[in-house]
């Protein structure tokens, strides 16, 4: 557990359901998931070469590297398909009065 301050990133409704959603915090580019289980949110950058992942496709929990194809999944950040290696950086998520915060 991190103990830096919840940020409000999205209201819940504004989200792409079922899909990835690119937030701008600060200078960097969080990706928001929403998948059956849940809202998860990571580093929008892929840990192979960089590509932003919100140009990805995803699906039930994977999202997919829109350059070279890796995968990762996003509950836990680990990669499922080559050429992804590393894991990718999972941010701690929850909401609250209907907004999701993320720590970063
Ligand atoms: S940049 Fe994402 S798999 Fe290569």
Same mark, same amino acid.
């Given at each position: 557990?991190?103990d830096? +301050?919840?940020?409000?990133?999205?209201? @819940?409704?504004?989200?792409?359901?079922?899909?990835?959603?690119? @937030?701008?915090?600060?200078?960097r580019?969080i990706? @928001?998931?929403?998948? +059956?289980t $849940?809202?998860? #949110?990571?580093? #929008?950058?892929?840990?192979? $070469? $960089?590509?932003?992942?919100?140009?990805?496709?995803?699906?039930?929990?994977?999202?997919?590297?829109p350059?070279?194809q890796?995968?990762?999944? @996003?509950?836990?950040?680990? +990669?499922?398909?080559?050429? #992804?290696?590393? #894991?990718?950086?999972?941010?701690?998520?929850r909401v609250?009065?209907?907004k999701v915060?993320?720590r970063?």
């Amino acid at each position: 557990m991190s103990d830096k +301050p919840w940020r409000n990133v999205i209201a @819940v409704d504004e989200l792409e359901k079922d899909w990835v959603t690119r @937030v701008e915090v600060g200078r960097r580019t969080i990706a @928001v998931y929403d998948t +059956p289980t $849940g809202i998860h #949110a990571s580093l #929008a950058l892929c840990t192979h $070469g $960089g590509a932003d992942l919100c140009d990805g496709y995803f699906d039930d929990h994977v999202i997919e590297c829109p350059l070279h194809q890796g995968a990762f999944d @996003v509950r836990d950040g680990q +990669p499922i398909a080559a050429p #992804a290696t590393r #894991a990718m950086r999972v941010l701690e998520v929850r909401v609250r009065d209907g907004k999701v915060q993320i720590r970063i």
